[in-house]
């Protein structure tokens, strides 16, 4: 499925995402590198084990791009204009290296904007939950989309 237009979306539509992704140590480490992020707790596994985790977490930008990134083949994928931001961002649970991630989207409200008569906002409630079923990730996100071409 490719990107959908901003009439195709629907109060309360759920996509359960056909990709999957089990995250890495190399996906964690470079990461951080090109972040520039050097928190111990993400890239010293001797550090790590004297926390209460016991072990290195994923970067949780990281766990935020994938589970949005994710989502775009089958919500966003050339339709649209731009994401306008990104709220109520959580990580109720940690990521390890080995986790899955799956990824649900929900729409929970779509407009048509108020400049342009060609486009619509919609808002997305994007969850990620690892192997176990555990949410690991929540957002909102806000993306201006564009409405289907007039053929």
């Known amino acids: ?5 901003f009439e195709d979306f629907t109060q309360g539509m759920v996509i359960d ?10 996906d964690n ?19 790590a084990e004297g926390t209460e985790f016991g072990r290195p977490l994923v970067n949780s930008l990281f766990t935020l791009g ?16 731009a994401n306008l931001g990104m709220s109520d961002v959580a990580f109720p649970a940690p990521v390890f290296h ?3 991630l799956r990824i649900q989207t929900t729409v929970e409200s ?7 008569p060609d486009a619509g906002i ?3 409630r994007h969850e990620a939950r690892n192997q176990d079923g555990v949410l690991v990730a929540s957002c909102r996100r806000a ?3 564009h409405k289907r071409p007039v053929a």
């Open 1 to 5: 499925m490719a990107g959908l237009w």
């Open 17 to 26: 995402h056909a990709i999957t992704r089990t995250i890495t140590e190399a």
């Open 29 to 47: 480490m470079f990461f951080c590198a090109l972040t520039y992020n050097s928190q111990p707790l993400h890239i010293d596994h001797h550090f």
């Open 66 to 81: 994938a589970m949005i990134g994710m989502s775009v083949k089958e919500t966003t994928l050339g339709t649209t204009i």
């Open 98 to 100: 080995g986790d899955t």
């Open 110 to 116: 779509a407009r048509e904007s108020g400049s342009r």
């Open 122 to 124: 919609v808002n997305f």
């Open 143 to 145: 993306a201006f989309m």
